[in-house]
């Protein structure tokens, strides 16, 4: 059983486009929203992360918009560049435990 | 600053086999974490230890077992490897909690035959 779920499985964007990828949670005890990005033959890093006190969080080219009321969450990278290609993972916690969801490939093409 | 170290990197086994995968931290934080990674299925977790002497089960824990030796080091044990184990093993460690960033080592690519 998935408890973070997200999409797209991949993603293709365009350099300078906006890359979308959603996720959502059930379990309402989750209170800690982190996204990480993942390169090939490396451990995931974190990018952002947001608490469900605010309804978006912006760094640089990313954001994080919340909906606690849909427990849906989403990460938006405006501008996006070659570099940008990785494999995203969303994840929420309890406070001990971070659940992550199953990953979004992400391929920026010049 | 080594950050989180995984012994070893790749590692080879025959089914049956035994062996304990290694995990150190230095940035003296209080929680760490085994996950595995597998394509489709992004990162389970398989046990956690949010202080020292204590550790959890986490969503796939069946078939390991884990030691928090000290704040430092905590490893991953299979007892008898199965080839549904063949993996990327993720160790990770955050200041208190789920509710810090964790940081990740680079990896145990692990193959049981």
């Known amino acids: 059983q998935q408890q973070v779920k997200q999409s797209p499985q991949s993603l293709i964007v365009q350099k300078g486009g906006i890359s979308i990828i959603n996720c959502a949670y059930e379990n309402t005890a989750f209170d800690y929203f982190p996204w990480y990005q993942q390169f090939p033959g490396k451990g995931p890093a974190l990018l952002i992360a947001?608490?469900?006190?605010?309804s978006e969080k912006k760094e640089g080219r990313f954001t994080i918009s919340f909906n606690k009321s849909a427990k849906q969450f989403s990460l938006h990278i405006m501008d996006s560049q070659p570099g940008d290609s990785a494999t995203y993972f969303c994840?929420?916690?309890?406070?001990?435990?971070?659940?992550f969801g199953p990953g979004t490939s992400l391929s920026v093409i010049p | 600053n080594a950050g989180v170290t995984q012994t070893p990197k790749f590692q080879v086994l025959k089914t049956g086999q035994s062996m304990t995968l290694q995990c150190a931290q230095d940035?003296?934080?209080?929680?760490m974490y085994w996950y595995r990674q597998d394509p489709g299925m992004g990162l389970r977790l398989i046990y956690y230890s949010a202080s020292e002497g204590t550790t959890d089960k986490g969503e796939v824990p069946n078939g390991y077992n884990v030691s928090r030796l000290n704040k430092r080091e905590f490893s991953l044990r299979l007892e008898s490897a199965a080839p549904s184990q063949t993996s990327v093993y993720f160790c990770a460690s955050g200041p208190q909690g789920g509710n810090s960033p964790l940081h990740f080592g680079n990896g145990t690519r692990l193959t049981v035959t």
């Open positions: 940035m003296n934080h209080n929680s």
């Open positions: 994840a929420a916690s309890p406070y001990d435990k971070v659940i």
């Open positions: 947001i608490r469900p006190d605010v």
